[in-house]
């Protein structure tokens, strides 16, 4: 089956760490643009990084640049998201998201079931 | 970066009725405008892109519009699957962003 697997989601205190991965199947994960999402109830959705087939390029939301840094092993089909200097505006589920080529407008087609994120003390 | 506004935040309607959702930008988007369902604990799932072509295997009660800064989704005859939260997406700049979502709930 076609599907995106997140872990490493959990309760941090503010100003802690966490590294999120998240485990492609059944496509050829090096040939897709991937993206993070975040969702909260009191944000919304949100886009938060995206990073290019090879890793050369990446792009941030400017409310997380500077602190988390978003990675890809094409080797092990997985996407890694490294969060630091946590706060409590980042809680919430995130996604990892497949990203279509813009041929197709530049959209998410294949998203994980989400990892939750809790900043609090 | 793009803002997107959608209206009404929630829509009460039975089954069989036809529905309209807006998504208006805070400046001009092309092509690049996208519809989602959501329902609970799930992900997001991607309905429409490029403002009006519907993703293979979504039922053709659903339809997209629109350009510049003004969009519409459209469901033609509400069935009881279609009750959930619908978001708009757009891209520009290297950046996405999302409306904030309107229910669609039963009336």
């Known amino acids: 089956e076609v599907q995106l697997v997140e872990s490493g989601g959990g309760l941090v205190q503010p100003g802690g760490s966490l590294r999120l991965s998240c485990a492609a199947s059944?496509?050829?994960?090096?040939?897709?643009?991937m993206s993070w999402v975040r969702q909260s109830p009191e944000r919304g959705l949100e886009w938060v990084a995206n990073?290019?087939?090879?890793?050369?390029?990446?792009h941030y939301v400017d409310s997380v640049k500077g602190r988390f840094t978003i990675s890809r092993d094409n080797a092990k089909n997985s996407l890694y998201l490294q969060m630091d200097s946590l706060r409590g505006e980042d809680t919430g589920v995130y996604y990892c998201?497949?990203?279509?080529?813009?041929?197709?407008?530049?959209?998410?087609?294949?998203w994980g079931r989400g990892t939750l994120v809790t900043v609090s003390s | 970066d793009i803002h997107l506004t959608q209206s009404p935040s929630t829509l009460s309607a039975s089954v069989g009725d036809r529905v309209t959702i807006t998504c208006r930008a805070s400046?001009?988007?092309?092509?690049?405008l996208a519809w989602y369902q959501q329902k609970p604990g799930k992900a997001p799932n991607l309905l429409i892109y490029?403002?009006?072509t519907l993703k293979s295997g979504v039922p053709s009660r659903f339809s997209g519009s629109g350009s510049g800064t003004e969009f519409t989704l459209t469901i033609s005859s509400l069935q009881p699957d279609d009750f959930a939260i619908y978001y708009c997406?757009?891209?520009?700049?290297?950046?996405?962003?999302f409306g904030q979502g309107t229910k669609l709930e039963i009336k």
């Open positions: 998201a497949r990203e279509r080529p813009h041929d197709y407008g530049a959209n998410f087609d294949l």
């Open positions: 059944q496509f050829t994960f090096s040939t897709y643009w």
């Open positions: 990073i290019k087939q090879d890793g050369s390029e990446k």
């Open positions: 400046e001009i988007v092309n092509i690049w």
């Open positions: 490029k403002a009006s």
């Open positions: 997406q757009q891209y520009n700049r290297y950046s996405y962003t």
